[in-house]
């Protein structure tokens, strides 16, 4: 399989995959289309609205495998940086069943959150409706979009409430 030119037919369709090395594939494959994802703040600030603006409108088949890619880079980097660890099986890039969205989490101290939730609706209804992921990370406040009842503040507020 072929996505953004590149050969990722190593992974499995069915079996589960581990999120890090996807997420690290992930972020060879953009790193040479110029994305500067190395798990960093900056990066989950900056990179993921940029590849979500440039890729948010590819072929059905490609824009699953950038979910589940997404998926992984997001949580991957937020574990980095915050800790904790992922729960629940993690299918790569070829599944098609979409399973991540309710099998796949990660745990940071008793914060439990679903990167592929964000991701999966923003590719599904736009950035008109979901905002940027910057805006998830920070400013999401209690009264718009999908996730008006579970933010409140931003992703990080929420991660950060839960460390201290």
């Given at each position: 399989m072929i996505f953004l030119?590149?050969?990722?037919q190593e992974?499995?369709?069915?079996e589960p995959a581990d999120p890090k090395s996807c997420?690290?594939?992930f972020?060879?494959?953009m790193g040479k289309k110029g994305y500067t994802l190395n798990f960093s703040l900056k990066s989950l600030e900056t990179e993921i609205d940029r590849v979500l603006e440039k890729y948010s409108k590819i072929e059905y088949q490609e824009l699953n495998i950038l979910e589940e890619?997404?998926?992984a880079y997001v949580g991957e980097s937020l574990l980095r940086i915050f800790g904790g660890s992922w729960v629940g099986n993690f299918y790569g890039p070829l599944n098609r069943s979409g399973v991540n969205f309710y099998t796949s989490y990660m745990v940071i101290n008793d914060?439990?959150?679903n990167p592929n939730h964000f991701i999966g609706y923003y590719l599904s209804n736009g950035k008109k409706s979901e905002g940027t992921f910057y805006e998830y990370l920070y400013k999401r406040n209690q009264s718009s979009g999908i996730f008006h009842d579970f933010l409140g503040g931003g992703l990080i507020q929420k991660i950060n409430?839960?460390?201290q």
């Amino acid at each position: 399989m072929i996505f953004l030119g590149e050969n990722i037919q190593e992974y499995p369709v069915t079996e589960p995959a581990d999120p890090k090395s996807c997420a690290e594939h992930f972020a060879d494959i953009m790193g040479k289309k110029g994305y500067t994802l190395n798990f960093s703040l900056k990066s989950l600030e900056t990179e993921i609205d940029r590849v979500l603006e440039k890729y948010s409108k590819i072929e059905y088949q490609e824009l699953n495998i950038l979910e589940e890619f997404l998926t992984a880079y997001v949580g991957e980097s937020l574990l980095r940086i915050f800790g904790g660890s992922w729960v629940g099986n993690f299918y790569g890039p070829l599944n098609r069943s979409g399973v991540n969205f309710y099998t796949s989490y990660m745990v940071i101290n008793d914060f439990r959150f679903n990167p592929n939730h964000f991701i999966g609706y923003y590719l599904s209804n736009g950035k008109k409706s979901e905002g940027t992921f910057y805006e998830y990370l920070y400013k999401r406040n209690q009264s718009s979009g999908i996730f008006h009842d579970f933010l409140g503040g931003g992703l990080i507020q929420k991660i950060n409430n839960n460390i201290q």
